[in-house]
């Protein structure tokens, strides 16, 4: 026999999923972590468990409250929570709290001001950001403040409230399952939304996982469209128990005192795209490492786009910005090929015999030896060039006639056979913007081969 509980659809997905995982824990305690499961029903969520009776279930919500939230400690320590929010939210021991509040659906709603989001009834309590973030707007910046007309400029949000029972799982759902990490002055609030049915292993692992993350503090002013890459960067072999979710991220400034947080960004990322790229190679994520170690965050913003949208065009943006922020006076720093190579099947999504054509490798290898001697003229006029225009022949054959020129003076160059190019010409007849985006982004990769490496350098 099973039991059913229903998170109550105020309509702001954080909190909805916040909720469903505090029902879970609170399910967890009772008939263990095989015997609950969450359900997305698209706007809310339902929490199964497989027992005979809810009564128990409030008995041990209260008694989780009286352990976990009955004193000030996670409330100031929750992004988002503050000052007298925070002081409200601790459980007395005189307090008792029932469950059977999410034994059915809840949808009707009277719309009165003074009716709790949630549509139960009950003490109130502020829904503040803690609990969803989606309540609260951005700085008076952005030209909101409804006050502005009293003459008192203050931080506009929307004044709803929910029952406390709905505050209290939201709590306990935000410290068994969402992640929290700090950049710099910012807290960064990420929240796994499941994209389907969510069952025990599945939540142990989120659980374990989120205790790991709460110590991060990266230390780095990030653009905040980076967050979602930099935090999945970080987690290269957590990437199966991720691949079920999207994320809900927040991005929230502590004003210290004098307006409380700000909410500077809120996203919603499908994530399968980062996924794959990261579970590829760990060559992949060496790529974002070095990016962030070296604070380029142009090219890490080009690889985000490249990603996240699969835009063809960035694929050879992020290519150039990449060797021109990693490299130093000394060195041209270039992409690894298996980077390269996933770049140009996944996102570019060109045909494995055009990316391993040998005449194409050969002459990618001619087009790189310029690019390490600074002269990335050849390379942009080739990535700028149109199909149906001569400008790409045209750049082609000036690169060949400096390539013998500097044959003829002795230098280490390699230039492709006049078969090579036939075939790199009929390719580019059959199918130009596959074959010169191939073209470009293998010559600012590193050879696939150690004997193809030119002046004897290797990538690091």
């Known amino acids: 026999m099973s039991i059913t509980l229903y998170t109550p659809a105020t309509g702001y997905p954080d909190l909805e999923v916040k909720i469903a995982y505090g029902l879970a824990r609170v399910g967890i305690e009772v008939s263990g972590m095989e015997k609950v499961s969450i359900n997305n029903e698209g706007g809310f969520y339902s929490i199964k468990i497989e027992d005979d009776g809810i009564g128990k279930f409030s008995e041990a919500f209260n008694l989780i409250c009286k352990k976990v939230l009955s004193s000030k400690y996670i409330p100031f320590l929750t992004p988002g929570i503050k000052g007298r929010s925070a002081e409200s939210i601790p459980i007395t021991f005189e307090e008792s709290y029932s469950l059977d509040i999410y034994d059915g659906l809840t949808f009707s709603r009277a719309n009165k001001k003074s009716e709790n989001a949630c549509g139960h009834e009950g003490n109130r309590i502020g829904n503040i950001i803690g609990f969803t973030m989606s309540t609260s707007y951005h700085h008076t910046r952005d030209g909101i403040d409804v006050s502005f007309q009293l003459g008192i400029p203050r931080r506009p949000t929307n004044p709803k409230n929910i029952c406390k029972t709905c505050a209290l799982l939201s709590l306990l759902g935000a410290w068994y399952a969402t992640f929290i990490f700090n950049l710099l002055d910012r807290e960064v609030i990420v929240i796994p939304v499941p994209k389907a049915n969510l069952y025990g292993k599945n939540l142990q692992e989120i659980f374990s996982l989120q205790h790991q993350i709460r110590k991060w503090d990266l230390g780095l002013k990030l653009p905040q469209i980076l967050v979602p890459l930099v935090f999945l960067s970080k987690l290269p072999s957590s990437a199966e128990i991720l691949k079920s979710f999207d994320l809900i991220v927040g991005v929230l400034n502590d004003q210290k005192g004098r307006q409380g947080y700000h909410v500077d960004g809120l996203f919603l990322i499908p994530i399968e795209k980062y996924l794959n790229y990261f579970r590829e190679s760990p060559f992949n994520i060496a790529v974002v490492d070095k990016l962030i170690k070296k604070q380029s965050y142009a090219s890490l913003i ?110 280490k160059i390699h230039l492709p056979t006049e078969e090579e190019m036939k075939e790199v010409f009929r390719l580019a007849n059959e199918n130009f913007e596959a074959t010169k985006t191939a073209l470009v982004l293998l010559a600012f990769s590193f050879p696939s081969k150690p004997d193809e490496l030119e002046n004897n350098v290797e990538p690091n």
């Open 302 to 411: 080009e690889l985000n786009k490249t990603l996240r949208l699969y835009d063809k065009e960035s694929v050879l943006n992020f290519s150039r910005l990449y060797m021109k922020e990693t490299s130093d006076n000394n060195y041209i720093n270039l992409l690894y090929p298996e980077t390269a190579k996933y770049l140009l099947k996944e996102v570019a999504m060109i045909e494995q015999s055009i990316i391993e054509n040998s005449s194409l490798s050969s002459l990618a290898r001619t087009l790189r030896y310029f690019i390490r001697q600074k002269k990335y003229g050849y390379a942009d006029d080739i990535r700028n060039s149109r199909s149906g225009s001569k400008d790409f022949e045209e750049t082609i054959a000036k690169m060949l006639r400096e390539g013998r020129l500097r044959l003829e003076q002795k230098e």
